[in-house]
């Protein structure tokens, strides 16, 4: 099949994915979890409802939020309170449920907070350099990592701007979970990028007649069913982890499985078809 002929396709789509997460990220912003805003978090183990845990608060709090995944719940309160505060709550909840156990109390200050923006930025920075030098070592080739580092960030950018979206209208929340998610991501991402480029560099060495356009078709035609087969099979399984949790775990498995359908999606329509470009614009000057 004639990939590289039909790029133009992906290119639109990828074009408005991005649209649509800039649109998002402009008129929704992230909804950020106490972990990056600072506040106090309870954690703990009850069989009692989110309303009924709800209910259980004393009336001195009033901006926090309620989580609860199987038998484990957290309760994110919006301001850092005093310990005497937090021994209120604690004792509240515990009169009012036999069946309620406080794991802990974590009181996360906003400096903190911000401090995990900006360690959270410096780590993926961090990645995307050391993974653009290691491409280049292995494959010998500048364009090759430019165009798997277009791909893996274009992967990261829809995500996020889908969490904007989720954010605004399904309440989801960016926290440490959702983070590991998102570089979870960027190594799928390149994983089947490189299986791709590392096929290019395969049959070029086999056969120096073929022209870039039928290397790279070929290559896609050799490993388009093994990283289908590869990504579904992970699909399924987050799948059935989204059936069985709530709160951040279940937009845990869910940013997975989008990462891992658009993942699947950019390795071949977008890392390839960039490198053909880019290669292309290259001879043309």
């Known amino acids: 099949m004639n990939f590289i002929k039909y790029r133009y396709l992906p290119y639109i789509l990828s074009v408005l994915l991005i649209l649509f997460g800039i649109y998002s990220l402009v008129?929704?912003?992230?909804?950020?979890?106490?972990?990056?805003?600072?506040?106090?978090?309870?954690?703990?183990?009850t069989s009692s409802s989110v309303s009924e845990i709800e209910n259980f608060m004393p009336d001195g709090i009033e901006k926090f939020e309620v989580k609860k995944a199987g038998e484990s719940f957290t309760i994110n309160i919006d301001s850092v309170v005093s310990e005497e505060d937090s021994?209120?709550?604690?004792?509240?909840?515990?009169?009012?449920?036999?069946?309620?156990v406080i794991e802990g109390v974590e009181f996360i200050q906003p400096a903190v907070g911000n401090e995990l923006v900006l360690k959270t930025g410096l780590a993926v920075l961090f990645s995307v350099v050391v993974i653009f030098i290691f491409i280049t070592y292995s494959f010998k080739d500048l364009i090759g990592a430019s165009s798997a580092i277009i791909a893996m960030?274009?992967?990261?950018?829809?995500?996020?701007?889908?969490?904007?979206?989720?954010?605004?209208?399904?309440?989801?929340?960016?926290?440490?979970?959702?983070?590991?998610?998102?570089?979870?991501?960027l190594s799928f991402s390149l994983y089947d990028t490189i299986v791709i480029f590392d096929k290019i560099k395969e049959i070029r060495s086999k056969s120096s007649t073929l022209s870039l356009k039928q290397v790279i078709n070929?290559?896609?035609?050799?490993?388009?069913?093994?990283?289908?087969?590869?990504?579904?099979?992970?699909?399924l399984a987050l799948y059935a982890l989204i059936l069985f949790v709530s709160g951040s775990l279940f937009w845990f498995a869910t940013a997975l499985i989008i990462g891992v359908i658009i993942g699947t999606y950019s390795s071949p329509f977008v890392a390839a078809n960039v490198y053909y470009d880019l290669k292309m614009w290259r001879k043309k000057k």
Do not use: C, P, W
């Not at 992230?30 to 954690?43: A, C, E, P, R």
């Not at 021994?87 to 309620?100: E, G, M, P, R, T």
């Not at 950018?157 to 989801?172: C, D, Q, R, T, V």
């Not at 070929?218 to 699909?235: A, Y």
């Open 153 to 185: 960030l274009h992967d990261t950018f829809i995500l996020i701007g889908l969490f904007a979206f989720f954010g605004h209208f399904f309440s989801a929340e960016i926290d440490l979970l959702l983070i590991t998610a998102v570089l979870t991501v």
């Open 27 to 45: 008129f929704y912003g992230f909804k950020l979890s106490v972990d990056f805003t600072g506040g106090t978090k309870i954690s703990g183990l």
């Open 218 to 235: 070929n290559s896609l035609e050799t490993t388009m069913v093994r990283s289908v087969n590869n990504s579904l099979t992970s699909v």
């Open 87 to 100: 021994l209120l709550v604690k004792n509240s909840l515990q009169d009012s449920a036999a069946n309620l």
